[in-house]
């Protein structure tokens, strides 16, 4: 079922397959899309609603709107609400792993616990205020004009190995007008608003959060932001299969592990709703 909500500033686009407890899989700035494989996968066993976050793709967001990690988490919760299949289990990655945090900390009641999947909050880190600094110079170079430039740069601050010539291809020449449109609203509107992001630690101890990390991520940025988190919780992180976006490059693996993490939650297939 494909579907809109109307929410404070935004109208947000998401989508519900199967039937049982209720999963939410989220990121920022990937869209419903991207967890599609994934959530076919699960849909046997569970209820599990994606979303387009406010401002990307097709969940258009007013003239003026912004989109903080407070304000996802907000549209989150009233997505959750509006089905009626929760509490949730909600897995957001990158971008949404902050959300889900933000989720976890303002609206407990409808979570019964959030993964949160290789957040980038630079600020947990020692090096944060240098990271934070290259990343306001590669939003200015984007916003100027220099997309590949700012993209090779992005790629070299995450440590994601990509070199700069297989970046230039990824974006340069014709572009897909719509991927484009959300790229621009990740600089100008998300990017900073996430990553300068910073958890109550005391609150997210009180919660059921888990903190996953790419088994292929070790030594990236993100692998860094989310063993800083997992250390300050005094937890151990979870890996799963793949690197920053596992669930979408290896879906059917990163599945399996999943299906294995919310068991140990005691969220089961056919669960009665709490």
Known sequence: ???????????????VR???????????????????PLADLLADDYTVLTTDPRGVKRSALNPGGTSRPEQRADDLARL?????????VVLGSSGGAVSVLALAQQHLDVVRAVIAHEPPLDRLVEDGDELLA????????????DVVGAW????????LGVPDQVVEMMF???????????????????MRETITWMP???????????????EESTGQLCDRTSTALADQLGIEPTHFPGGH?????????????LRAELVEVGFHPGAQRA
């Open 1 to 15: 079922m494909n579907n809109t909500l109307v929410v404070p500033e935004a109208e947000l686009y998401y989508e």
């Open 18 to 36: 199967g039937s049982g407890p209720l999963l939410v899989l989220v990121g920022a700035p990937m869209d419903a899309d991207s967890f599609a």
């Open 80 to 88: 959750i609400r509006h089905v009626d299949a929760g509490p949730a």
């Open 134 to 145: 290259k990343s306001e110079k590669l939003m200015a170079d984007y916003l100027t004009g």
């Open 152 to 159: 090779q740069q992005f790629f070299r601050l995450a440590n």
């Open 172 to 190: 340069s020449g014709e572009r897909d007008p719509q991927q484009v449109a959300a790229e621009q609203f990740w600089f100008s509107h998300e």
């Open 200 to 214: 109550d630690l005391d609150k997210l101890r009180t919660a059921n959060v888990i903190v996953g990390i790419g």
């Open 245 to 257: 976006t596992g669930f979408a490059d290896q879906p059917e693996p990163f599945a399996k592990a």
